[in-house]
Every structure is written in structure tokens, then in C-alpha cells.
């Protein structure tokens, strides 16, 4: 019996192991859910998580591997139910939309045949009733009837997927799973299928599971979702609020190499490769994480409430904050008057995040950059590095802490400065290890940034150096702290395009690689949406709008933010070739 009744499928500590050659592989590990009737519930993450072995425990298909846990459908257990008493829910029931249409459908048999096969076990209908059947059947899936007469290699795979699906509702189940009813398809069969999926459901009333690597499909069809990581449940929620507002560093990865949200960012998958599937005594996501620390690879952490409909399964409790701006002002103070640069600003920055702060030339965004990193003080407000309070330049001062790269890379580092020395120095400053640890760890950010580091070019003084290697080098001196938290302000600004597109590309791909938080601050919104998940439009000194940077872009609610993107369009279309 499910907790209290109220559930039409409930699924309590699910795991399955497939017999491997060497060693047993956990595909599903310890998965907990619940569904009611009519809901729909999104499950998403990388190949291989356990996805599509969990639709398979549900509908008792697991034939190569053990199954522990409890999978309750109503009032009825499925687990441990005999082969034929499961039989009676297969299709009638619970019904599956497979992913490949072409290997499951049969070859030889024609598509009536194949969609009379539930409704020739569970009911006893005449040939001709089942003829009449799947005629309803598939003008209801948007098939022109004639087609039960054809094979499946004669039908395209859009039309194939439609077929899958009039075998699944043949028998009119409550429960639908559907098992990334999208892949391979063309983007008018792919919102066909989508179009219709939403029309049955809101028709025909069924609870939907739906697994998809698309997270558009997931954000069109499903009221809720979790994110599975090596077999196990590590973020769950609201879709929209999951998708606005992810809180697992996996989670966010996952949004952020998604197209279909970010349609002008460049695509960044996430760093490195998931575990062989044996279960791991720490996080499976250790490796991988942003904010890992050595205790996560110690105990699995439990997916817990961490805000109103949404779990986590962090033992940071979700992606940390790392730096919290609170009120902060600032006036200069001229002759005969004052400029307000900053006015009340309040902004936050999480592990791991890049943050767009956009405006154009004279907005404050300079100022605020400097007051966040320390180097300015402000009149009023506050600034957190890690819950501590920034005063002074402690937070830049230390490894692991918070680093700015200065606008202007010619003025930043004094070209009576060698190469070697220029990078070297914060560490000099804070006595970090011994001279010669010092140089090593300056010849690695040198080679991060792809700088040479042949003695020639770490004894050459930086007045030597181009405006690229100059602003690379900035980078280098920045990087060789291993900041948490960088603050990259106008970086690219005196570049000519292609170094420009270089350096900012490579970047990217630093911070992709290294986890780090990045705070970009640039007056070129084409820029900010190539890089930014989140984006604060900054306007005479204050924050006028913030959010995800797909919903800025795409429809901005301010009219200063709506004026900038249009002005990038139309200097966009004027540009030569247009």
C-alpha cells in the first residue's frame, strides 16, 4: 500500500544493478518519488545516469540485472510481483513510449498488427474491432489511418514516434512514460510530437513521466523535475524554478550547455567525465563540483529540503553564495557638485557562476566592480566574500580568495616590470612558499593564459609586450592566486575583434574549467550573452534589472535594458553586409 493512498505511482529507495564482466554496475541508486494523478514529472540528465533504466524498473523490464527497493503502483507493489501478474499492468495501466522506434518496433509485423498487440491481451475484441481501434488510435496521434497497412521502415521517424505512442494509449493507461520522444527528430516533427503530447494529456488526463536530454521539451511539458547524477536523484523541483534558479552546481551545468535556454551562449558541457556507475562512498559529483571540498568525497550527501518544493542533494546545501553586495553607494565629489556613481546596490554572485554586469560607459559599473574587490571604500552598504565581511583587501590578499582584472591592462602592471615578476607578485606579497615555488606557480598561469615561458619572453619587460599579451598576462597575474571569485572588468574592451574573441573564448573556457566565479563587466551585450548566466543592467548608478540571462535577453522588462538591445540590433543590422 502506498504512505496514505493519495500516490498513483510511488517509488521508495529504487536500485538496480546490472551483472557486468568485471563488476556489478549500479544504474539506479537509492531513487525515491512520487507521483498523483495527471502530474507531470521531467527527469533529466547526462547519458548514462539511469534515466532510462528507472522507466524500465517501473515497468518491471529489467531482465539482466537485480532490482532492490519498492515500487508501488496505487494500492498494488509491482516489485517482486510474478511475470504474468505484471503483464496485467504493462500497457493497461503503466505504458512506455520507447526511445529508438526503429528497434522496437518489429520489422515483419505491420503497424496494425503492432498496435492490436496490447489490445489483443488485455481485451477480447474481435479483428474487426481491433481494426476499428487502431483506426481511432491513430487519428488520434495525427496518422492518416492508411498507414496500418505499412511497415515501419516505410514511415519516417516522426511518424514512427507517433505510432509508439498509439501503442501506448492503445489501452488508455493512467500512467505514460516517455522516453525521449524527441531525439533524432527534425525541429517540425520534434514540436509536433511536443504539440501533441500536450493536447493528449490535457485530453486523455494521464501522469506523465517524460525523460529528455531537451530541455525545452521539459520546460513545455512537465510541472516538475529532478536531475539524476551516476543512478541518483541530486536535485528535484518546480520546473520553471529549477530552470530559472538551479541550486546544484550539476543541475546548472546541465541548463547551461542546453541550446534551446541559451540560444546565443557559447556551449560549455560540463567539465570532465562521470563515474563507471559502482556506487561511490562521497558525492558522485565530487569530481566535477565547482565547490568541492575533501569531506564531500567522504559521505553521500541526502537530498533535503533546502527552499519550499525543492530538494538538493548537497552538503553545502546547494550552490554557495559567494559574494553578497548589500546597499552599496558611493559619490564623488567634484567642484561644484556630486556624482552619485553607485546608488543602493545589491547584487550576488554563487560559486562557480558567471554573472554579466552590463551598462553603458559612465553607469558605475568601474566603481562597483573596485568597492566589490575591496580597492574602493564605500560610503554605505555592505560586501560578503563567503559570509565574511570584505574591509580592506583581505579577500585579494589570500590563495582561493577574490581576484579583479583591471580595465586597462597597460596602466594595471607598470611596464618597468618583467614578465616573470609582474605574475609572481601576489604571491610575493603574501609570502606564498619559497622563491622558487613562487616561479613555478607563475610559469603554470602563464601557461594557463597560453603566454610563452621560454626565459626570453619571463625576462622581458611587460612595455615589450602587445595589447594582447598584456591583457593576458593581467590574467595570468590574477589567476595565480586560484581565486574563488574574478572579477573581470571591461577586459576586453581595448582589443582589436580577434584577439578580443580569443581571449574572452579562452576565458570562458578557464573558468569552465576550473570552477571558478566570474563577475564580467562589460558595456557589449553581445558579449554578456555569450558568456553570462545571470545579468544585473546597470543604469546611472543603479541596478534597474537583474535575472537568467535567457529571460533578460529575450524579453527584458526595463525600458533601459529594452533600448540597449535594441540599439545592439540596430547597429548590428547597419553593419556592412547586413
Not at 97 to 112: A, C, Y
Not at 313 to 332: M, Q, S, V
Not at 523 to 544: F, N, P, Q, S, T
Request: hydrophobic share 40%; net charge positive.
Amino acid at each position: 500500500m502506498t504512505a496514505d493512498g493519495k500516490y498513483l505511482l510511488e517509488i521508495k529507495d529504487l536500485s538496480v544493478t546490472y551483472r557486468a564482466v568485471h563488476s556489478p554496475v549500479k544504474a539506479v541508486d537509492g531513487v525515491s518519488l512520487q507521483l498523483r494523478k495527471g502530474e507531470s514529472l521531467g527527469i533529466i540528465g547526462e547519458s548514462g545516469c539511469g534515466k532510462s533504466t528507472l522507466a524500465l524498473g517501473i515497468m518491471g523490464l529489467i531482465k539482466q540485472g537485480s532490482i532492490e527497493g519498492e515500487i508501488y503502483y496505487k494500492d498494488q507493489k509491482l516489485t517482486g510481483l510474478p511475470e504474468k501478474k505484471l503483464k496485467k499492468y504493462r500497457w493497461k495501466d503503466i505504458a512506455l513510449v520507447f526511445q529508438n522506434s526503429l528497434e522496437v518496433l518489429n520489422p515483419v509485423l505491420n503497424i496494425k498488427e503492432q498496435i492490436g498487440e496490447p489490445l489483443k491481451t488485455h481485451y477480447n475484441l474481435s479483428p474487426p474491432e481491433i481494426d476499428q481501434k487502431v483506426v481511432k488510435l491513430l487519428e488520434m496521434v495525427g496518422l492518416n489511418p492508411k498507414w496500418r497497412h505499412y511497415y515501419p521502415h516505410q514511415l519516417s521517424g516522426g511518424m514512427r514516434q507517433r505510432v509508439l505512442l498509439a501503442m501506448a494509449l492503445s489501452c488508455d493507461p493512467e500512467l505514460l512514460i516517455v522516453d525521449e520522444p524527441t531525439t533524432s527528430l527534425d525541429p517540425l516533427s520534434k514540436n509536433e510530437i511536443v504539440r501533441l503530447l500536450q493536447k493528449l494529456q490535457k485530453k486523455l488526463g494521464f501522469a506523465l513521466v517524460l525523460i529528455s536530454h531537451d530541455l525545452g521539451v521539459i520546460k513545455k511539458l512537465t510541472s516538475r523535475v529532478m536531475a539524476m547524477y551516476c543512478g541518483q536523484v541530486i536535485e528535484a523541483g518546480i520546473t520553471s524554478e529549477v530552470l530559472k534558479n538551479p541550486m546544484h552546481c550539476y543541475t546548472r551545468g546541465l541548463l547551461n550547455s542546453s541550446p534551446n535556454l541559451f540560444k546565443y551562449k557559447d556551449l560549455w558541457g560540463i567539465d570532465g567525465e562521470p563515474s563507471s556507475g559502482n556506487s561511490v562512498k562521497g558525492c558522485a559529483f565530487y569530481p566535477r563540483c565547482c565547490q568541492g571540498e575533501e569531506s564531500c568525497s567522504q559521505t553521500r550527501p541526502l537530498l533535503k529540503y533546502v527552499a519550499l518544493e525543492r530538494m538538493v542533494a548537497c552538503h553545502k546545501g546547494g550552490i554557495e553564495t559567494f559574494l553578497r553586495a548589500e546597499g552599496i553607494r558611493k559619490t564623488y565629489k567634484l567642484k561644484n557638485m556630486e556624482i552619485e556613481a553607485v546608488k543602493d546596490v545589491s547584487l550576488e554572485i554563487r560559486s562557480g557562476e558567471v554573472v554579466a554586469l552590463v551598462g553603458e560607459s559612465g553607469s558605475g559599473k568601474s566603481t562597483l566592480a573596485h568597492i566589490l574587490a575591496g580597492v574602493l571604500p564605500a560610503e554605505a552598504g555592505r560586501v560578503f566574500y563567503r559570509n565574511k565581511k570584505v574591509e580592506g583587501r583581505w579577500a585579494t590578499k589570500m590563495i582561493g580568495g577574490m581576484q579583479i582584472i583591471f580595465q586597462d591592462p597597460f596602466s594595471a602592471t607598470s611596464h618597468r616590470m618583467k614578465v616573470l615578476d609582474v605574475v609572481k607578485e601576489p604571491l610575493d606579497i603574501i609570502k606564498r612558499g619559497s622563491k622558487q615555488e613562487r616561479e613555478e606557480e607563475a610559469v603554470k598561469a602563464l601557461q594557463t593564459v597560453q603566454l610563452p615561458v621560454s626565459p626570453e619572453f619571463l625576462d622581458r619587460y611587460c612595455h615589450g609586450l602587445s595589447g594582447g599579451q598584456r591583457q593576458r598576462l593581467a590574467i595570468a597575474r590574477a589567476l595565480v592566486t586560484k581565486p574563488k571569485l574574478l572579477i573581470a572588468d571591461e577586459v576586453t574592451s581595448m582589443l582589436d575583434p580577434s584577439t578580443q574573441a580569443n581571449l574572452l573564448r579562452e576565458l570562458k573556457g578557464l573558468q569552465n574549467r576550473h570552477g571558478f566565479a566570474l563577475l564580467y563587466i562589460t558595456h557589449d551585450l553581445h558579449l554578456a550573452r555569450k558568456v553570462a548566466d545571470k545579468v544585473y543592467v546597470m543604469y546611472k548608478g543603479e541596478i534597474v534589472e537583474n535575472g537568467v540571462s535567457f529571460e533578460i535577453f529575450e524579453s527584458p522588462k526595463h525600458i533601459y535594458t529594452k533600448q540597449l538591445l535594441k540599439d545592439v540590433l540596430s547597429v548590428s543590422r547597419d553593419a556592412p553586409g547586413s
